[in-house]
């Protein structure tokens, strides 16, 4: 399959803390995607990392990439209940067009 | 500017019937991605088309399920003879260029019941 992994499935902290979620992928890709899923709707996208790139930041998100290892993480700073939901890495494999979607990683930030 | 419009939003279906779903791209949006998810579970990608011609069917049933995506209109995914398995969400989602190159705008989905 050439969808990628999420880890761990679930997480639980505390407002404020920070939030660590990695994922793994089995091919060479073009690029690597995060998205957010609150319960019951669609997905959006967070963050775009191209395979050349090794680090990313936007606001409170901050992203790696090691294509050697073949995964990535993606840290959320300073949760916040409001960012509860699901995460989903999602890659787009060398030569291809589509995005294929990890398993996801449930996060929940209590208050 | 409207974002990806789906609809049904949700739609019951007895087996044996047929089910159309249907997604409108962003303006100016020529590629169009459906994915399906089951619950709690991550989205499988079914089909990829652009005006008029499909790029990917790899991830889409080979039997009872179809996708068009014509020069006027919304695309269609269709579901003939439906079955309890069919069950879940069914996303579309919609970029200017393909995803190899940017981000995917996704709908709300579409939640098919099979009783």
């Known amino acids: 399959s050439q969808q990628g992994e999420e880890d761990p499935q679930a997480l639980s902290i505390q407002e404020g803390e920070n939030a660590t979620m990695n994922c793994s992928y089995k091919t060479s890709i073009n690029n690597l995607q995060w998205y957010r899923q609150n319960s019951g709707r669609g997905l959006v996208h967070l963050i775009l990392?191209?395979?050349?790139?090794r680090e990313k930041h936007s606001g409170r998100l901050r992203v790696t990439l090691d294509t050697s290892k073949k995964s990535s993480s993606l840290l959320i700073t300073a949760s916040r209940a409001a960012d509860t939901a699901s995460y989903f890495c999602?890659?787009?494999?060398?030569?291809?067009?589509?995005?294929?979607f990890g398993t996801g990683t449930r996060l929940t930030v209590i208050p | 500017n409207a974002g990806v419009m789906q609809n049904p939003r949700h739609l019951v279906r007895r087996r044996g019937q047929e089910a159309r779903l249907r997604c409108s791209p962003m303006?100016?949006?020529?590629?169009v991605y459906w994915y399906r998810q089951l619950p709690e579970e991550g989205l499988k990608f079914m089909v990829y088309?652009?005006?008029?011609?499909?790029?990917?069917e790899s991830g889409m049933p080979k039997e009872r399920f179809s996708a068009e995506f014509p020069k006027e209109g919304p695309s269609i995914l269709r579901i003939q003879q439906v079955v309890r398995g069919d069950s879940a969400a069914y996303f579309c989602?919609?970029?200017?260029?393909?995803?190899?190159?940017?981000?995917?705008?996704f709908g709300e989905g579409s939640r098919l019941t099979v009783l």
């Open positions: 303006k100016g949006h020529s590629h």
């Open positions: 989602a919609s970029s200017p260029s393909g995803g190899n190159t940017g981000e995917l705008f």
């Open positions: 088309l652009q005006k008029e011609n499909i790029i990917d």
């Open positions: 999602a890659t787009v494999v060398t030569g291809a067009n589509n995005l294929f």
């Open positions: 990392i191209r395979s050349n790139e």
